[in-house]
């Protein structure tokens, strides 16, 4: 929510009617010291079921609405497909696979689908809290630029590492098969035998997939950008003394790495979950 809060999209009209009920976290804290309360006198076999939240359910779009002001995100907002969101959620499901925790995945759109409602009457009338509304929840989540950043890099966290795959899986597939003799002939025009030019061109096109998989995994994906890291400077290197020329070829390809390595950077900045 607080990611959405700051991006120029809403979710579909169906997800964005749907009921949604704040509680607020010194509500749980306050309605743990009734019960610790209750134990210490004595209460041990009393039991009761209470819905935890505030009063007045709204919807969706109303909080989400109320963490935009509070946020300062875009007052124009565009109205995301809802195909957008199934897709997103399948693809969260199957990065979840290899060990990620993604913002979007199927579950968490038939919670919010289902919605958020119930009935905090007997909770109130049981422990005399009176709950904290959604808005003066939302006034109170803190604004500053590190929360702003947090958000901003919440939804393009999956965008950087599912990047950065693309890029290293993609580079070796396309150096092992279309552009093969392409990159074979590179080397053997600067000096190296066919055999030779032959397992280095193979060699680091297996290299650049192992570094895909290494990232896409999330135990190995700190090691994935090292290695990416290493193996970018490794190449500028090695071409600024074999092959100088293409530093100032029109497509710039040795020129791109430097934002590729910058991106990496930037992804072991972000790579951790908690």
Known sequence: MRALAVVPFDLPQKLAQRPFAVTDARDLGRTVAFLLDEWTAGRRAWRAGWDVMQEKTQNVEDVLAGLTTRLAGPKRRIRAPGWALTAASVAGDIISGLGWRPPVRSTALAEMARGVTGDPSRWREMTGITPVSSSNTAGLVAATVQERWFARLYLLKALIFGILVLFWVMSGCIALTVAFDAARRILTDHGFGDALATAVTVATSLMDITIGIL???????????????????????????????????????????GPAIVLMMVGLAVADDR
């Open 215 to 257: 990232i896409a995994i999330r135990r190995t994906c700190r090691i994935g950008l090292l290695a990416g890291i290493g193996l970018s400077l490794f190449y500028m290197m090695s071409a600024a003394i074999m092959t100088p020329g293409m530093w100032v070829e029109p497509l710039g390809a040795l020129v791109k790495t």
